[in-house]
């Protein structure tokens, strides 16, 4: 009798033990919960904003809804890493084919007091004609990139002009505004177009 009251025991502080365990597993539970990313570790990457685009369209995130969208913050007086990012991204569209229609790509500027319409207008010109530049007032820019958690940082120059340190990671989002990675500044070419073949569906 004893036996099997410690037996009932033992199975008793083993199920809680499992259950606990599954419940407290943040990836068990978003994967129960469908939330992917979300208390594992990622902060919640997106949010609402409100900016204009290169042609002077106002957007928000309501626009990149749909469809899968990517998302990169950078500068039109970036000496390197923003028009680097910009030609991959240029070749990376070409080599999608048709596929790149069914991508939302942006290019957002960190750097509003430089960064009019007309300047986002000539800079996006030299790059693939699906990346929207988008610009805002300063605080529109604030909170677009404290949706992305992107860091931004004016750094003043001899001569009284200034470079802007960024974030260089490209963002990418589903359909439904949820964020579900990232390609890094130098990622491999194959790996990153894999990624963007991935998050249209044709990969
Ligand atoms: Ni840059």
């Not at 502080?13 to 978003?30: I, K, P």
């Not at 001899?158 to 964020?179: N, P, S």
Request: aromatic letters at 10%.
């Amino acid at each position: 009798m004893r036996t099997i009251r410690w037996t009932a025991w033992i199975l008793v502080v083993l199920v809680a033990a499992v259950t606990a365990a599954v419940l407290f597993d943040t990836r068990v539970r978003d994967a129960v919960l469908g939330r992917p990313g979300e208390g594992a570790g990622i902060a919640r990457i997106g949010g609402p904003f409100r900016l204009v685009d290169h042609t002077g369209l106002q957007v928000t995130e309501q626009d990149f809804l749909g469809k899968p969208s990517v998302y990169f913050f950078g500068f039109t007086h970036c000496p390197d890493v923003c028009p680097t990012t910009l030609y991959e991204m240029t070749s990376w569209l070409e080599a999608l084919g048709p596929a790149a229609d069914d991508l939302n790509v942006a290019f957002v500027t960190v750097d509003p007091e430089r960064d009019d319409i007309e300047a986002m207008a000539g800079y996006m010109s030299a790059f693939d004609p699906h990346i929207r530049g988008l610009t805002g007032t300063p605080d529109e820019i604030e909170t677009v990139s404290k949706a992305f958690k992107v860091y931004r940082r004016k750094v003043e120059q001899e001569g009284g002009d200034y470079t802007m340190d960024h974030t260089a990671t490209v963002y990418l989002m589903d359909a439904g505004g949820g964020f579900v990675g990232t390609i890094a500044y130098g990622e491999a070419d194959d790996i990153a177009l894999a990624k963007l073949k991935r998050l249209v569906g044709d990969g």
